[in-house]
């Protein structure tokens, strides 16, 4: 997946791996990312993953975190 600069405002895309900074990656998409790159996220990460980052992350906004702990039926 090509990411857009806008996403990763901080770092050069072209750098990010998506396995070892996944947590980085799913943050700013939940919070910033348009829906193709949701879904492509939705798809390459494993949902124990995205809940684990939704659950235990301080970067996203209340609101984010609210709307994906509904959809990923945390508890």
């Given at each position: 997946?090509?990411?857009?600069?806008?996403?990763?405002?901080?770092?050069?895309?072209?750098?990010?791996?998506?396995?070892?900074?996944?947590?980085?990656?799913i943050?700013?998409?939940?919070?910033?990312?348009?829906?193709?790159?949701?879904?492509?996220?939705?798809?390459?990460?494993?949902?124990?993953l995205?809940?684990?980052?939704?659950?235990?992350?301080?970067?996203?906004?209340?609101?984010?975190?609210?709307?994906?702990?509904?959809?990923l039926?945390?508890?």
């Amino acid at each position: 997946m090509k990411f857009r600069q806008v996403l990763f405002w901080d770092v050069d895309p072209r750098n990010i791996d998506v396995k070892k900074h996944a947590k980085y990656i799913i943050e700013r998409i939940l919070d910033f990312g348009r829906d193709k790159e949701v879904r492509w996220m939705y798809n390459f990460y494993d949902r124990a993953l995205l809940k684990s980052v939704v659950a235990k992350s301080r970067a996203l906004t209340p609101k984010t975190k609210n709307l994906w702990t509904l959809l990923l039926k945390i508890k």
